[in-house]
């Protein structure tokens, strides 16, 4: 079964704006819910609720910085396969590998025999 780069990616973008939609419209939900009854606050518009999304991210980081040492999820996953593969027998080390050069096309694998 071939697989087509382009459904992916629109998938991924299809996937992305449903994500920031829903979320967009929770912070809103919960905003006109709770503000203005406790704080006698303003009501805000969807586009408002993204705008404090963003707003927030700006203010207090992206993700996970303090819970990973600083680490990107890239480094994370890579070091949890390095450990994994170090745990495992040189056989299924190459199952493994062959998998995943079937499935994702061996990037990972490749840069890790080049060091």
Known sequence: MKRRPGLGVLKFIFLGALFLTVLGFVVMSLWNWLVPCLFHGPVISFWQALGLLL???L????????????????????????????????????????????????????EKEQQ
């Open 55 to 57: 707003l927030s991210k």
């Open 59 to 110: 203010l207090f980081g992206w993700h996970g910085h303090a819970h990973g040492g600083g680490w990107s999820w890239k480094q994370r996953w890579k070091e949890k396969m390095r450990r994994r593969m170090e745990a495992m027998t040189p056989e299924e080390r190459e199952r493994m590998k062959d998998r995943c050069r079937q499935r994702f096309g061996g990037g990972f694998w490749e």
